[in-house]
C-alpha cells in the first residue's frame, strides 16, 4: 500500500461548544491508503482533551511507521490493526485513521460496501441525534428552527441546565437526549435526572468525570434515567469497569483506535446486555461514512459532524432527518470532493 497523508482546517457554520471549550474550526487529518489502482480514507481530527492528536504529532507517529505500512497490503485489516497498534498504541487518533483507511481500501478491492463485508443489512437506522452545542436560548431556538429533526441531543453544563431544556421541550416533540461532558457532580445529576426524565429526556452522556468512578456508582443507584459513557470509555479494556456504572457506551472511532476494536467492543457491549451508540468527533463525511458502516449494529448514533461544516471535502453517507443515504460506492464510500 502507498500512503499519504493530507491535512485540513475546516471551518464551521456557528460555534460549536460543549461544558469544557469552544470552536469555530476543526483540523483534521486524512489518511489515504492505495493499492491496485484504488484509495481507501481515513480520519483523525484534533481535539485538546485527548493527548497525542495535533496534527504534527499523528503525521510524525505515521510517518515513523511508514515502511511498515507501505509493507503491508490491504487483504487482512484486522491483522495489520494488531501490528500498527503496538507502535501507534499512544496514537489513537492516528491509528484509527490509518484502520478506516485499511478497511475501506479492502473493501473496495473486494468491490462491496463495507457493511455486507461485516454480514449486516443496511436500514440506513437508528436516526443520528443533531447536536445542540451550548449557545443561547434564542440561537437554540433558531437552529432547531432552520434544522428540524427527530432527535436531538442538547449539550449541557450550563447555569440553567434545567431551565434550558424545559424552553426547548415547548418549541418541539422530538426526541431528547442530553450530554453534560462530565460537567455535573453525582448529586447534581442525580437531582437533574429526575427534572430531565419529566421533560422526557431518554438518557444522559457522560454526566460526571471521566475517572469519578465512586461519583458514578452512587448516580448509578439513584438516576431516574439511563446513563451512557463516553470519556469514560476510550478502548475495549475499559468496558468491564463502565458496564458496572453505565447503561450503555458511546463507542468512538478515534477514541478506540478505528473500525477493528470498535467492532470487538461492540460485540463485548452487546454481551453485557448494555445499549451501544457510536458518536463523531466534529469531522468530516470521510469519518461519518466509516461510522455509517456500523449503523446496523447500533441502538444509537451520533453522526451529525458534516452538517455543521460550512464546506465539506468529500461526499459519502448523507446524514438526514430520515436515516442515513449511503453513496454508490464501495468500501466506506467516501469520495475526496476536489482535487486535495
Given at each position: 500500500m502507498k500512503l499519504t497523508i493530507h491535512t485540513f482546517d475546516l471551518t464551521l457554520k456557528h460555534t460549536f461548544a460543549i461544558s469544557r471549550r469552544s470552536f469555530n474550526h476543526q483540523k483534521t487529518l486524512i489518511v489515504e491508503l492505495s493499492q491496485d489502482g484504488l484509495s481507501g480514507y481515513g480520519e483523525a481530527t484534533v481535539n485538546p482533551y485527548y493527548p497525542n492528536t495535533e496534527i504534527e504529532v499523528m503525521r510524525k507517529a505515521l510517518e515513523t511507521i511508514r515502511p511498515q505500512i507501505e509493507a503491508k497490503t490491504a487483504d487482512d485489516p484486522a491483522r495489520c490493526w494488531e501490528e500498527w497498534q503496538t507502535a501507534l498504541s499512544e496514537y489513537p487518533f492516528a491509528l484509527c485513521a490509518l484502520d478506516v483507511a485499511c478497511w475501506d481500501l479492502h473493501a473496495r478491492l473486494q468491490q462491496q460496501a463495507l457493511y455486507k463485508l461485516w454480514n449486516?443489512?443496511?436500514?440506513?437506522?437508528?436516526?443520528?441525534?443533531?447536536?445542540?452545542?451550548?449557545?443561547?436560548?434564542?440561537?437554540?431556538?433558531?437552529?432547531?428552527?432552520?434544522?428540524?429533526?427527530?432527535?436531538?441531543?442538547?449539550?449541557?453544563?450550563?447555569?440553567?441546565?434545567?431551565?434550558?431544556?424545559?424552553?426547548?421541550?415547548?418549541?418541539?416533540?422530538?426526541?431528547?437526549?442530553?450530554?453534560?461532558?462530565?460537567?455535573?457532580?453525582?448529586?447534581?445529576?442525580?437531582?437533574?435526572?429526575?427534572?430531565?426524565?419529566?421533560?422526557?429526556?431518554?438518557?444522559?452522556?457522560?454526566?460526571?468525570?471521566?475517572?469519578?468512578?465512586?461519583?458514578?456508582?452512587?448516580?448509578?443507584?439513584?438516576s431516574a434515567l439511563p446513563l451512557i459513557a463516553d470519556e469514560s470509555c476510550r478502548k475495549i479494556?475499559?468496558?468491564?469497569?463502565?458496564?458496572?456504572?453505565?447503561?450503555?457506551?458511546?463507542?468512538?472511532?478515534?477514541?478506540?483506535?478505528?473500525?477493528?476494536?470498535?467492532?470487538?467492543?461492540?460485540?463485548?457491549?452487546?454481551?453485557?446486555?448494555?445499549?451501544?451508540?457510536?458518536?463523531?468527533?466534529t469531522e468530516s463525511t470521510i469519518g461519518i461514512s466509516a461510522i455509517a458502516q456500523l449503523l446496523p449494529q447500533l441502538d444509537y448514533v451520533d453522526m451529525d459532524g458534516p452538517l455543521f461544516l460550512k464546506e465539506d471535502i468529500a461526499r459519502g453517507a448523507k446524514v438526514t432527518a430520515k436515516g442515513t443515504l449511503l453513496a454508490d460506492e464501495n468500501g466506506t464510500g467516501a469520495q475526496p470532493i476536489g482535487q486535495w
Open positions: 449486516t443489512e443496511w436500514t440506513g437506522k437508528p436516526i443520528s441525534c443533531y447536536t445542540l452545542s451550548i449557545a443561547s436560548l434564542e440561537v437554540l431556538r433558531q437552529r432547531m428552527a432552520e434544522t428540524p429533526w427527530p432527535v436531538y441531543k442538547i449539550k449541557l453544563g450550563t447555569k440553567d441546565d434545567i431551565g434550558l431544556v424545559e424552553s426547548l421541550r415547548k418549541e418541539t416533540t422530538a426526541r431528547f437526549l442530553v450530554d453534560a461532558n462530565a460537567a455535573w457532580s453525582a448529586d447534581e445529576a442525580i437531582e437533574k435526572s429526575i427534572a430531565l426524565k419529566a421533560l422526557g429526556v431518554e438518557f444522559i452522556e457522560q454526566p460526571l468525570a471521566a475517572d469519578d468512578w465512586q461519583g458514578m456508582a452512587k448516580l448509578y443507584a439513584h479494556a475499559d468496558i468491564p469497569r463502565c458496564a458496572e456504572c453505565f447503561h450503555g457506551i458511546n463507542i468512538k472511532l478515534m477514541k478506540c483506535g478505528g473500525l477493528s476494536p470498535a467492532l470487538r467492543m461492540i460485540q463485548q457491549i452487546r454481551n453485557l446486555k448494555l445499549k451501544v451508540m457510536v458518536g463523531c468527533m
